[in-house]
């Protein structure tokens, strides 16, 4: 199994997705400066509190990051299973299973650990400059802090089967657009209810169990489907 990872990786050049998650991590950092300035300027009350903020960039840390792995199922699952592509790869003397299975890992692995990790670091580069010279008129606690990161790696999770689950509705019909627009779609109607669990962590929690049973059942359905799949 790990052979079939580092053959996949290498396949599909992963650092593309690599400088996209560390253009995307800066251009969250860039947000929460712009929202926190933005907000004292027209006196928002909104976004004058931490709570808020953090909050907001959480959720466009979902967005981003949905999109990054959506693109990154088309290259790794939609692209490789159709035409040409789908004849190379099921002449492997491997398990189709196995290759699938592998391809779902890595994309998995990698939306999860990347979305927390650029999630993080900006609101952590924020909360410590926020030390040093406020610009929120709000007081920074560790618990506000260490609610965030809980947070970011619920909704890390969440994102990476909403991925999934996008990418087996782009599969019907092998569509890179429909796998992105699915994506963008879930993320969207998941929106409202992950932000009213970033104050209850468990309701974040049950969400996640729900999207990851979905998930799984989409992943086994997928595999089976692969592994019936005739070349055309």
């Known amino acids: ?46 976004f004058q509190n931490y709570t808020n903020i953090y ?5 466009m840390g979902m967005i981003v990051f949905s999109c990054i792995s959506s693109v990154m199922y088309t290259r790794f699952i939609i692209e490789e299973y159709k035409g040409k592509q789908m004849t190379l790869l099921f002449s492997y003397p491997i398990n189709r ?10 994309v998995l692995g990698f939306t999860t650990v990347s979305m927390i990790i650029c999630t993080a670091i900006p609101i952590i580069i ?11 008129p709000d007081t920074l606690s560790q618990q506000d802090i ?16 909403v991925a999934l689950i996008a990418m087996r ?20 109607l998941l929106g409202n209810t ?24 989409v992943a086994l359905e997928l595999m089976q489907r692969v592994n019936r799949m005739e070349i055309d």
């Open 1 to 46: 199994m790990f052979n079939i990872i580092q053959l996949e990786i290498r396949k599909n050049k992963i650092n593309t997705f690599i400088l996209a998650s560390v253009i995307s991590s800066i251009g969250l950092l860039a947000f929460i400066y712009f929202i926190a300035f933005v907000a004292q300027q027209t006196n928002e009350v909104q």
């Open 126 to 136: 924020f909360s410590l400059t926020e030390k040093i010279s406020p610009i929120v």
């Open 146 to 161: 260490f609610s965030t990161l809980l947070m970011i790696v619920i909704t890390a999770f969440i994102t990476s089967m």
């Open 169 to 188: 509705i782009g599969f019907i019909k092998k569509s890179v657009p429909i796998t992105i627009i699915s994506a963008f779609g879930l993320i969207a």
């Open 97 to 106: 299973k196995k290759v699938l299975f592998a391809k779902l890992l890595i």
């Open 194 to 217: 992950v932000a009213s669990g970033y104050d209850k962590p468990m309701l974040g929690v049950i969400i996640l169990v729900i999207i990851a049973a979905i998930g799984i059942l």
């Open 55 to 59: 909050k907001f960039t959480t959720l």
